[in-house]
């Protein structure tokens, strides 16, 4: 029997993306992911890769939920979360993880365990940081741009990074091939950079995510041997140096709360608090 929904809710569409546009701007850092989708395909969703759906009475839109690959609320009270459980409940579970501020997405989570199932894991506090000035340490000379014919030289540092931050291989579903496709668009978007040694990636980070209100970096990642060995936090002062310059007015990013040395470097290269970030993976 598929559950009595407890609020209004219905999938949003290019006439309400105002509404939207004004819950984005609530919150520019949690909503990073949904604003970049919005501003490339608007809310037309055979265009993009997901819908959103809003929560609110009559015409009002008070919070938002991306369904997708990911599952993002955004601006979900708690009477919101518990009307898009109700929904996302009484279907199979197609999403891969559920990202967010931490209080939206382990509510929600508590509500749709029953449903779907165990998650693989449950990250409950992820600090989420944000940068909008030079980082006081001096950038490494170093690290650049990724260039194009150098995708492959980037791609094996980039699978050893997902391999450790998420807890399985990229390489597992189709052989890698739509993992090396999103590595070269971020590359030929000049998203990507990284310090070489010879041939080989020793540093590298992303620009995941493009909005007017901020970048989010993802996939920072040092070649084990050459960690401890100071070259972090330079590395990292190169990249927001330039991201600030070039393309947002704000970096920001999440973190493991146990990476106590990712978190000195961000620390050290001027990130600041903007809450928490919550992950559960599938």
Known sequence: MIPVLTVPIRQLGESERAAVEKILDRDPYAGAQIAERVAAHGLNWWRSDGRIFGYGPGRRVESIIWSGAHLVPLCATPPATAAFADMLGAEPRIC???????????????????????????????????????????????????????????????????????????????????????????????????????????????????TRRTTQVQGVWVDPEYRGRGLAAPAMAAVVRDALRRVAPTVSLYVNDYNAPARRVYARTGFVSAGSFATVLF
Not at 96 to 119: N, P
Not at 152 to 162: C, E, W
């Open 96 to 210: 891969s993880s559920i990202i967010g501020r931490s209080e939206q997405v382990l509510d929600l989570w508590d509500r749709l365990g029953g449903h779907w199932g165990k998650a693989r894991e449950v990250r409950p506090d992820q600090p989420l940081l944000v940068a909008d000035r030079d980082p006081v340490v001096p950038p490494d000379p170093e690290v650049r741009l990724v260039r194009p014919g150098e995708v492959d030289q980037l791609f094996p540092a980039a699978v050893s990074m997902y391999t450790e931050e998420v807890g399985v291989s990229p390489l597992l579903d189709d052989g890698g091939r739509g993992y090396r496709r999103r590595i070269a668009e971020l590359v030929k978007g000049k998203r990507a950079y990284a310090r070489f040694v010879g041939d080989r990636v020793i540093f590298k980070a992303e620009l995941a995510i493009v």
